[in-house]
T-cell receptor
Framework: DGGITQSPKYLFRKEGQNVTLSCEQNLNHDAMYWYRQDPGQGLRLIYYSQIVNDFQKGDIAEGYSVSREKKESFPLTVTSAQKNPTAFYLC?????????????FGNGTRLTVT | GNSVTQMEGPVTLSEEAFLTINCTYTATGYPSLFWYVQYPGEGLQLLLKATKADDKGSNKGFEATYRKETTSFHLEKGSVQVSDSAVYFCALSEGAAAGNKLTFGGGTRVLVKP
């Protein structure tokens, strides 16, 4: 079955360490997205990529970095510069050139930084 | 910029009760509108969508009508079940030209009691 795989489901890090969250999709979608979810605040866009080797900042990109070397993969690095990294991170994908194409989401990674 | 406002929860109902979750939006163009559902510990799943004014999206007994005159997309279900307990998100997209990015509301938690 096609889908989006985020790993691991839970991740724990010490403050000051960088951490990379994995996102892999086998839906053959060109576009991929990273959202952050905080309790009661909905989802906010961190970065998105419409094609391999290209990506754009979303609304809250500070303290994060991404790469898009392969169509299937869009890893997110949470750097030590991110002031409040503890959150639930969701990866998504879509077909960017199809009108009104919905986003397909992975099951998320819950990151806890202490 | 775009924004989505939905009623705050939690909304607590008895089984077979009628559910309404209000959603209003602000957008510069003619967005598509979506409802997503999130079950505990999981990512988001598309529930329904509407792409133009007066369209009605429907799925699993849920319905929402795109009302351009009131900039609203309220979600309704006539008879809820315990399995409908989840967090519901209203979202808008300005389409492929804007990278199919979604702008989300803050989410509404629904709890259905037997």
């Amino acid at each position: 079955d096609g889908g989006i795989t985020q790993s691991p489901k839970y991740l724990f890090r010490k403050e000051g360490q960088n951490v990379t969250l994995s996102c892999e999709q086998n839906l053959n979608h060109d576009a991929m997205y990273w959202y952050r979810q905080d309790p009661g605040q909905g989802l906010r866009l961190i970065y998105y990529s419409q094609i391999v080797n290209d990506f754009q900042k979303g609304d809250i990109a500070e303290g994060y970095s991404v790469s898009r070397e392969k169509k299937e993969s869009f890893p997110l690095t949470v750097t030590s510069a991110q002031k409040n990294p503890t959150a639930f991170y969701l990866c998504a994908s879509s077909i960017p050139d199809r009108i009104n194409s919905p986003l397909h989401f992975g099951n998320g990674t819950r990151l806890t930084v202490t | 910029g775009n924004s989505v406002t939905q009623m705050e929860g939690p909304v607590t109902l008895s089984e077979e009760a009628f559910l309404t979750i209000n959603c209003t939006y602000t957008a510069t163009g003619y967005p598509s509108l979506f409802w997503y559902v999130q079950y505990p510990g999981e990512g988001l799943q598309l529930l329904l969508k509407a792409t133009k004014a007066d369209d009605k999206g429907s799925n699993k007994g849920f319905e929402a009508t795109y009302r351009k005159e009131t900039t609203s997309f309220h979600l309704e279900k006539g008879s809820v079940q315990v399995s409908d307990s989840a967090v519901y998100f209203c979202a808008l997209s300005e389409g492929a030209a804007a990278g199919n990015k979604l702008t989300f509301g803050g989410g509404t938690r629904v709890l259905v009691k037997p």
